[in-house]
């Protein structure tokens, strides 16, 4: 879904990153348009007991994050025992192309889920930020977010969450896979 929604140039509609400041009628109906389009392959592309949760949301980017914060999911041990079957994976009697095909696919199942784990930790932070009483002020929230980040790119993440501590450990076992 991702690479559908950047290839028509409309991942900003659920990441966040589009904002809607203009103040021409017409371009207010194309975003709303836009965003009717996104929503309906949202809603197209999850099966009938997650459409039915969300068939009445009209903002594609609350369908997008909710779907991911509901149901898209992972911690250290699906990371774990993911690599355990890459490294066990063996040729036992298989063509080179269809070894070399189940390792790929092992491979990049386990980069998607590095990405879901680095999704989920920024998601924490997003949730500890909305429970704040009363709301801190934009700049704040904005530090806060920026320390995460910071953290993250360090490696150095003291968070007893499991899912940040996965997201370190995932990107020590990315480094180990070029050598493979």
Known sequence: MIRAL???????????????????????????RFNDVICSWLLGSISESIYASHVCSGIASIIWNE???TYLKADGSDIFNL??????????????????????????DFDGLIKVV?????????????????LPHVKAALSIDSREESLQKEGSLSSSSSKTQASTFAGKLSDQKKNF
């Open 83 to 108: 690599y355990k079957k890459i490294n066990s994976l063996s040729k036992n009697g298989l063509s080179v192309s269809v070894y070399y095909s189940k390792l790929d696919a092992l491979w990049k």
């Open 118 to 134: 680095e999704y989920d930790s920024f998601i924490q932070v997003k949730s500890h930020i909305f429970l704040m009483d009363p």
């Open 67 to 69: 779907v991911f914060e």
């Open 6 to 32: 950047k290839g028509r140039n409309k991942l900003g509609f659920v990441d966040n990153s589009f904002v809607n400041s203009v103040n021409d009628e017409a371009k207010i109906h194309k975003c709303k």
